[in-house]
């Protein structure tokens, strides 16, 4: 059994799905709209050690299919191997991001976009679409080519995660629970409610990811006339911490930060929490991803691919 490797996991569920024979290109293509970045020669020998332990086979040319042995391998391995990957992966990610939002030094983390270098000037202006109508988590990205997840005749966009601010609460000894990732509809450039809502905690998959992949945003909208439904997470913090809390946002603004939509106890908008906690509702580094693919933008997102200096981010290119 494959126990610690979600990589392999992932090539077999998305072989198991379209049980044709698949390549290395294709399958790379398809870990990355699931938020695995992978290069082709990568997948290949991730293939090569799945032919060895029996689990796929080669079908000529034509790629890989799963044997019995790789079908009864990823239905049991699959759902316990990934409940609860995704918060764990942004919690890890929490506690090595080490901002100090007082000197604007140390590491913040980063969602890494790949985009072909024929359409990177067309992604750059929906980029900047999202900052200026005010839907970004960050008030800028930077561009990243000298990396290895990016492959030639690509460049990498880097923008900052939301999960940065879980590290700088963190460390100013302010526990936060990542609660939910969401859809909010918005109405004459206002949040009005919350349209869709995952838990993080038992999530086999990043929630922002799997919105934008189902179509279910419509950030150009909100952008063009002011109404339409973008990305939001959902944060709470104990209801003791609201002043120390509200002074760190204060510093991370001052740094470039853009949260929260909304900070309050009991009732945020529709939905209804603890009254003994407060609820930090802030718009998704992910809307810019979200609004380039609305625009028929063929991306590859790694969400929480990393932590990086932040002198690195506000520089512009890395």
């Known amino acids: 059994m494959i126990k610690t490797e979600h990589k392999y996991i992932e090539i077999l569920r998305i072989l198991k799905e379209h049980q044709e024979p698949m390549g290395a290109k294709r399958l790379s293509e398809l870990l990355a709209e699931r938020g695995y970045v992978m290069t082709d020669r990568a997948v290949q020998y991730y293939l090569r050690y799945l032919d060895t332990r029996g689990f796929t086979q080669k ?147 990043d929630p922002l990811q799997l919105f934008i992949n189902s179509g279910l945003t419509s950030i150009g909208p909100c952008i063009a006339e002011g109404n339409g439904i973008v990305l939001a997470n959902i944060r709470q913090i104990p209801g003791s911490s609201w002043d120390r809390a509200s002074d760190l946002i204060s510093r991370m603004q001052n740094c470039g930060f853009r949260f929260p939509v909304i900070m309050g106890r009991g009732k945020v908008y529709n939905l209804m929490t603890d009254p003994g906690r407060i609820s930090l509702v802030s718009y998704s580094g992910m809307n810019s991803i979200g609004f380039a693919a609305e625009e028929g933008y063929k991306l590859s997102t790694e969400i929480g691919a990393g932590t990086i200096p932040f002198s690195r981010v506000i520089g512009g290119g890395i």
């Open 59 to 205: 079908v000529g040319n034509q790629g890989r299919i799963l044997t019995t042995t790789g079908i009864a391998e990823t239905d049991c391995a699959l759902v316990e191997d990934r409940i609860g990957f995704v918060i764990s992966k942004l919690e890890r990610l929490a506690y090595r991001s080490t901002f100090d939002p007082d000197t604007a030094t140390g590491d913040v983390a980063y969602n890494l976009t790949i985009v072909p270098d024929e359409d990177l000037e067309g992604v750059l202006r929906t980029f900047d679409n999202v900052r200026d109508a005010g839907f970004s988590f960050f008030q800028s990205y930077a561009l990243m080519d000298r990396d290895p997840r990016i492959p030639s005749g690509h460049t990498g966009i880097l923008t900052v995660c939301s999960i940065t601010m879980d590290g700088v609460f963190q460390h100013n000894g302010i526990p936060v629970k990542m609660a939910y990732g969401g859809t909010i509809r918005v109405i004459d450039k206002k949040p009005v409610e919350f349209v869709d809502l995952i838990g993080y905690q038992g999530s086999t998959v």
